[in-house]
């Protein structure tokens, strides 16, 4: 064996085209624990696993290949395994003999490392599958900001809000994911937090959406860049219940004391329309007199609607329900408001899908709400314009409900009155009482309804009130 080959430090073995070993040095012995000499021994014979290729090693020693090389568990005659890297590389002729040179290498403690590694990578995925699946669950918007209030990460309800894919949203500023007042004022506050490193809160208003934010600085990562985090909730719901009782609150406490009044102003005021009766009857025939007692007539007809609304509003909705469809009502109500409607020159364009099923409601009580929306639609829109009326069913918070709409194409409300317009005798109208949409949301409310007013997105106002629609026995689930 020549001496570089005996006193390397690596594995090193000859073998022939059959795969015999010819020669080996001591750190091949050594590493595969030879208890004897290894020349004469089959190389397949310290593989624990079939790995050898006789066809690859043949090319090798006849030169035909320039390397062949495997990865494999190899065994020490101790019957010990281990991983082996095997390389084999041509040697040309030795003593007029064909041999390849192979260098074994121990790959245990690499294997052993990449395992590990592997097992960590799993692991790392695993986890952060299970993160995203967590933070993706949350049903509150979650938004992760960079240093520069950038977004970096959010999850499933937060893209849903955005109403963007992710790609489209990462790397933006706040600011630039809409035009509402939820997305400026969640950009303000992030701007605040950056600035001072304190948490910030807000309550918001956008398009009829009442929303909560919460900024705050989270923990530092890796690089000690500490992110910010937006939580958004959305109140609207609460904050219509909460409206909702301090309106009933206010009605039922302000019904105790209308009503009282109501029914001591009303014996007097039909004794002055008596004595206006008389008076008329006994003047006729003075013209001077006539424009006196038209003007007592028309304020005596004024204070009479405003006892008849008062006592309206006093008195608790106790519906009389019967199974009635939504189309008849407005019906109804369209029929009592002709000659205004006529006076006024207004053209209505009635919209009205096909019933899908009955509503369980006071049809006389219901009718009154209705007339009292169509009314306040007249008193608004300009002469000779459309007003729209829209009956349908719509499924929301995992109920089917029929609603009808009306809107106009007046000057609409103003944006400080909208949260006044339920209040009772509110009004900005010369003449008005201010009792009319009061006893409209009593009415819908009395009968598990919702009421929805305001402006439209094309101008004018919009009154939209909706009734759960009513299941027929026959179609309830058995208990």
């Known amino acids: 064996m020549p001496a570089p080959f005996a006193g390397a430090g690596l594995a090193l073995a000859l073998v022939d085209d059959g795969g015999e070993v010819v020669a080996a040095n001591a750190a091949f012995s050594a590493l595969l624990a030879a208890s004897g000499p290894l020349a004469g021994r089959p190389l397949a014979g310290?593989?624990?696993?079939?790995?050898?290729?006789?066809?690859?090693?043949?090319?090798?020693?006849?030169?035909?290949?320039?390397?062949?090389?495997?990865?494999?568990?190899?065994?020490?005659d101790d019957d010990s395994l281990f991983w082996g890297s095997v390389t084999v590389t041509p040697a040309g002729e030795v003593e007029g003999r064909p041999l390849a040179l192979v260098?074994?290498?121990?790959?245990?403690?690499?294997?052993?490392?990449?395992?590990?590694?592997?097992?960590?990578?799993?692991?790392?995925?695993?986890?952060?599958?299970?993160?995203?699946?967590?933070?993706?669950?949350?049903?509150?918007?979650?938004?992760?900001?960079?240093?520069?209030?950038?977004?970096?990460?959010?999850?499933?309800?937060?893209?849903?809000?955005?109403?963007?894919?992710?790609a489209?949203?990462?790397?933006?500023?706040?600011?630039?994911?809409?035009?509402?007042?939820?997305?400026?004022?969640?950009?303000?506050?992030?701007?605040?937090?950056?600035?001072t490193g304190q948490a910030a809160s807000a309550e918001v208003r956008d398009g009829g959406r009442t929303w909560a934010l919460a900024v705050s600085p989270g923990t530092p990562d890796l690089s000690e860049v500490r992110p910010i985090i937006l939580n958004v909730r959305e109140l609207t719901s609460l904050v219509q219940l909460q409206e909702s009782l301090r309106r009933s609150q206010t009605m039922a406490a302000m019904g105790s004391l209308v009503a009282?009044?109501?029914h001591e102003v009303r014996n007097p005021l039909f004794g002055i329309s008596a004595v206006v009766d008389a008076l008329e009857r006994r003047i006729d025939d003075r013209e001077e007199l006539a424009d006196h007692l038209g003007y007592l007539r028309r304020e005596l007809g004024r204070l009479e609607k405003l006892m008849a609304e008062l006592l309206d509003?006093?008195?608790?909705?106790?519906?009389?329900?019967?199974?009635?469809?939504?189309?008849?009502?407005?019906?109804?109500?369209?029929?009592?408001?002709?000659?205004?409607?006529?006076?006024?020159?207004?053209?209505?364009?009635?919209?009205?899908?096909?019933?899908?099923?009955p509503l369980h409601l006071d049809r006389r009580r219901v009718c009154q709400a209705q007339v009292n929306l169509v009314e306040n639609a007249i008193h608004h829109a300009p002469a000779s314009s459309h007003l729209e009326i829209a009956t349908e069913t719509v499924e929301r918070g995992g109920r089917r409900w029929s609603q009808v709409?009306?809107?106009?194409?007046?000057?609409?409300?103003?944006?400080?009155?909208?949260?006044?317009?339920?209040?009772?005798?509110?009004?900005?109208?010369?003449?008005?009482?201010?009792?009319?949409?009061?006893?409209?949301a009593k009415i819908v409310e009395g009968h598990d309804g919702e009421i929805e007013v305001g402006n439209a997105a094309g101008g004018g106002a919009v009154a939209r009130i909706s009734f759960p629609l009513f299941e027929p026995a026959s179609a309830r689930e058995p208990r």
């Open 46 to 76: 310290i593989l624990a696993e079939d790995a050898l290729e006789l066809a690859e090693l043949e090319a090798v020693v006849a030169g035909r290949s320039r390397r062949y090389g495997f990865e494999g568990r190899l065994r020490r």
């Open 103 to 166: 260098l074994i290498e121990d790959a245990t403690d690499r294997r052993r490392r990449d395992d590990e590694q592997r097992t960590l990578r799993e692991m790392l995925g695993a986890a952060a599958s299970e993160w995203r699946a967590t933070f993706d669950a949350i049903e509150m918007p979650i938004f992760i900001l960079g240093v520069a209030g950038r977004v970096e990460r959010l999850n499933r309800a937060a893209r849903s809000l955005a109403g963007r894919a992710f």
């Open 168 to 195: 489209e949203l990462l790397g933006h500023r706040l600011a630039e994911l809409g035009e509402g007042a939820l997305w400026q004022e969640a950009d303000r506050l992030v701007e605040r937090v950056l600035a």
């Open 260 to 262: 009282g009044v109501a």
């Open 313 to 357: 509003f006093a008195r608790p909705v106790v519906p009389e329900a019967e199974p009635v469809l939504l189309g008849q009502v407005v019906d109804d109500a369209l029929l009592a408001c002709t000659a205004q409607l006529e006076h006024a020159g207004l053209v209505v364009d009635l919209r009205s899908e096909t019933a899908s099923g």
């Open 405 to 440: 709409t009306v809107r106009d194409h007046g000057p609409g409300f103003r944006d400080a009155d909208l949260p006044r317009l339920f209040e009772p005798f509110f009004s900005r109208r010369d003449g008005g009482t201010g009792l009319g949409l009061p006893i409209v």
